[in-house]
């Protein structure tokens, strides 16, 4: 079976930090770029951050940048998200998956292009 499965979510307070970590199984992950995306309660699922599969570019939504790093560990097959200084608006179920092409523009958060979607981890940002 062709899929991500995610963890490292949990409950966190204003400004503490979390690292999800997102392991492929039954596909070779260096062929692919993988997005880190999320969906708050009632919102559309958004891409927060994406990597290319062994060139190691990466892109950002503007609300994360500067607080949220990607990083791929392709030996493990695994993608990592180190978000810092959290705030309760980053509040949601993370998502990561994998796109056969890194996009440079805006088309990297167009969730259409990716596949193999993991469940998803809870993350809760709250005092």
């Known amino acids: 079976q062709l899929q991500f499965v995610e963890s490292g979510g949990g409950l966190v307070q204003p400004g503490g930090s979390l690292r999800l970590s997102c392991t492929a199984s039954?596909?070779?992950?260096?062929?692919?770029?993988v997005g880190w995306f999320r969906q708050a309660p009632g919102k559309g699922r958004e891409g927060v951050s994406c990597?290319?599969?062994?060139?190691?570019?990466?892109q950002y939504a503007d609300s994360v940048k500067g607080r949220i790093t990607i990083s791929r560990n392709n030996a493990n097959h695994t993608v990592y998200l180190q978000m810092n200084n959290l705030k309760q608006e980053d509040t949601a179920v993370y998502y990561c998956?994998?796109?056969?092409?890194?996009?440079?523009?805006?088309?990297?958060?167009?969730?259409?292009?990716?596949?193999?979607w993991g469940q998803g981890t809870q993350v809760t940002v709250s005092s």
């Open positions: 039954g596909f070779t992950l260096d062929r692919y770029a």
């Open positions: 998956a994998a796109s056969p092409h890194y996009y440079s523009g805006e088309y990297w958060s167009k969730t259409s292009e990716y596949y193999y």
């Open positions: 990597m290319s599969a062994t060139s190691g570019l990466t």
